[in-house]
């Protein structure tokens, strides 16, 4: 098993080594899985459940004190499945995955998102906050209950990039997953382009990437799309170079993402500050 897994394109973190480990970590956990829609998902869990990583517990506050999670996966047959504007939810991935797998449908939002996590087996009322969360979210002074107020806030403190993301492939198949607590500081509800099918996703019969960084930006662009395109014309590493400069050059937005292919070629690219990655087997 081919994986490779990303933690977020954006700023320096405060303790990279750490970091680097519980991706190091993931990504074997990931390799020992049967199918390659296992292995994403097996990436996946531990970084929403480790607060260094802005999904899930320790993630990114909105403008009413609440952490909401998104995420997507897909993969190379067309099987797709979101998730977005859950609270209380930590693996967003886990409820992705029934969205793919127990419905119709390719995105539930809001609450009967969290419905079907319960139905699902996926923990629920979870407090995502941390000390740390908690603290950053009351010394920005946040607004009142006034919707006027929010807009006004969410203009002068909106920010952040970060995401985790896990592509994998076992020689035949390929599966793609992303997840997310959103930016800091969005207004209560915001959703970006985590759980949007070709922006902060996408997977087919060329390959996979998993985008991270602005996601509006993203939405726009469509980057995850973009860079499986590329590999008709570049294998996965100028894939992701040309993807993130057509981007830069589009948009002027920062972002990163991971590309791979069925051979279990990567690629990597970023124009923020940092993106750690993790791959096995290792080069």
Same mark, same amino acid.
């Given at each position: ?6 933690g977020? !394109? ?14 190091a970590?993931?990504? %074997?956990?990931?390799? %020992?899985a ?7 998902r %097996? !990436? @996946?869990?531990?970084l929403?459940? /480790? ?14 004190? *609440?952490?909401?999670?998104? &995420?997507g996966?897909m993969?190379?047959?067309g099987?797709?499945?979101?998730v977005?504007a ?7 991935? =886990?409820v992705?995955?029934a969205?793919?797998?127990e419905?119709?449908?390719v995105?539930?939002?809001g609450d009967?998102? *969290? #419905?079907?996590a319960?139905?699902?087996g996926?923990?629920?009322d #979870? ?8 603290d950053?979210?009351?010394?920005a =002074?946040?607004?009142?209950?006034? @919707?006027? =107020? +929010?807009?006004g806030?969410?203009? $002068? /403190?909106? &920010?952040?990039?970060?995401? @985790? ?31 949007q *099918? ?6 087919d019969?060329?390959g996979? !990437? ?7 930006a993203i ?10 395109e ?10 992701? %170079?040309?993807? @993130?400069?057509?981007?830069?050059d ?8 991971v590309?791979?292919? +069925? ?5 990597? $690219? ?6 750690q ?7």
């Amino acid at each position: 098993m081919h994986v490779v897994v990303h933690g977020g !394109a954006g700023s320096p973190p405060n303790e990279p080594a750490e970091r680097q480990t519980t991706l190091a970590d993931a990504t %074997e956990r990931a390799s %020992e899985a049967e199918t390659p829609l296992e292995a994403v998902r %097996e !990436a @996946i869990r531990p970084l929403e459940r /480790h607060s260094a990583f802005n999904a899930g517990i320790g993630g990114a506050v909105q403008s009413d004190g *609440v952490v909401r999670t998104d &995420a997507g996966l897909m993969t190379d047959d067309g099987t797709t499945g979101a998730v977005c504007a859950m609270a209380g939810v930590c693996h967003a991935v =886990d409820v992705a995955h029934a969205v793919a797998t127990e419905t119709p449908h390719v995105l539930l939002a809001g609450d009967p998102a *969290v #419905e079907l996590a319960a139905a699902s087996g996926v923990e629920t009322d #979870e407090d995502l906050t941390t000390e740390e969360t908690r603290d950053r979210f009351e010394r920005a =002074d946040p607004p009142g209950d006034d @919707i006027g =107020d +929010h807009l006004g806030w969410v203009r $002068e /403190h909106f &920010a952040g990039t970060d995401t @985790i993301g896990a592509v994998a492939t076992d020689g035949d198949r390929l599966a793609v997953a992303t997840s997310t607590a959103g930016r800091w500081f969005a207004l209560a509800g915001r959703v970006g382009d985590v759980p949007q *099918v070709g922006s902060g996703f996408f997977a087919d019969d060329r390959g996979g !990437a998993s985008a991270t960084g602005e996601g509006e930006a993203i939405a726009r662009f469509g980057l995850a799309r973009r860079a499986v395109e590329l590999l008709e014309t570049f294998g996965p590493r100028q894939a992701a %170079e040309e993807a @993130i400069a057509e981007f830069e050059d589009s948009t002027g937005g920062r972002a990163g993402l991971v590309v791979l292919d +069925h051979a279990g070629h990567v690629g990597s $690219e970023y124009n923020t500050d940092s993106m750690q990655t993790a791959r096995t087997p290792r080069e």
